[in-house]
């Protein structure tokens, strides 16, 4: 099988495991994905199947062979960049997994609402020898970036065009809610113990049943040891609270010294106390063509 790597713009780290759990028992719909910070949605083909993101991507769905390939990414633009410098990003990130990239096309565009995307359509021939063309549509909400990749061994169809134009996002800002004591208290002594760099006190917080697209908590465990020692500020901020049985799924934004990110992950309640749960999804790999 040839393997196609996941397109990633940003790897955050210090969150990989720990908020990357969209809650699918919470509102999954065939064929409709929806992300909560920032709020917006996008339909795609109920015959793909949603597979396990790279780092740094927040979902990933793909035709029966591999392809098409449908990635989000969501990206905090910091440097305040216009979107019509993706492809600039984009180029050479791409470039170290392939081979013969080549920008055909890279101009402004609308969604059906009239909000403005860079339409941006990536010819490209991935490692393993697999000739891609790649359309990129991205769209600003602020700082915040929304990327759309839909990848095919083929032209870009229309009916895949419709697929990245049917991206809504929500307008307005996401307001953060009031919290009850025990989950304030919980994300407080979470981002305390971040700071101590006490390995074993943040694994504490982590469900010894935890699994998240493949990894349990011994590896995060194994993976957080190469980063917790620069973490020097840490803060969530929390948009969507919704609790469900023993559960509750919180969304919104985690700050650090390295930026911010999206944040969505699943807590269970153990012996009394809230423990980060994850997705309990196995890995699901992906691959393009045979």
């Known amino acids: 099988m040839k393997r196609i790597i996941g397109i990633s713009l940003i790897i955050a780290c210090s969150l990989l495991f720990a908020t990357s759990s969209i809650a699918a028992e919470f509102e999954k719909k065939p064929g409709l994905y929806v992300h909560h910070w920032p709020v917006f949605s996008l339909s795609y083909p109920t015959e793909w199947e949603e597979k396990t993101p790279p780092p740094g991507l927040v979902f990933r769905a793909e035709g029966s062979k591999g392809v098409p390939t449908l990635q989000i990414n969501v990206f905090v633009n910091s440097n305040s960049l216009p979107i019509n410098m993706a492809a600039n990003l984009v180029i050479p990130v791409l470039s170290r997994v392939g081979t013969n990239v080549r920008v055909i096309d890279n101009k402004a565009s609308k969604l059906e609402d009239g909000t403005k995307v860079q339409e941006t359509v990536i010819e490209w021939v991935y490692s393993s020898g697999a000739k891609l063309n790649t359309l990129l549509t991205t769209a600003a909400k602020g700082k915040i970036w929304i990327m759309v990749f839909i990848s095919d061994a083929k032209e870009i169809s229309e009916d895949l065009r419709k697929v990245a134009y049917s991206l809504k996002i929500k307008p ?11 989950i304030k208290e919980f994300i407080d002594q979470y981002n305390k113990d971040q700071l101590s760099h006490d ?3 943040l694994m504490s917080h982590y469900s010894d049943q935890f699994l998240n697209n493949g990894t349990n908590k011994a590896q995060v465990e194994a993976f957080t040891n190469t980063w917790l020692a ?4 840490s803060e969530w901020s929390i948009t969507v609270f919704k609790p469900k049985g023993a559960k509750v799924f919180l969304a919104g934004y985690a700050t650090n010294n390295f930026g911010t990110y999206p944040l969505e992950l699943t807590l269970m309640k153990e012996n009394g106390q809230w423990k980060i749960h994850g997705n309990q999804k196995k890995s699901q790999e992906w691959v393009i063509g045979e």
Do not use: W
């Open 172 to 182: 307005g800002k996401e307001e953060l809610v009031k919290l009850p004591p025990d």
């Open 230 to 233: 620069y973490i020097n500020s």
């Open 199 to 201: 390995i074993k006190k």
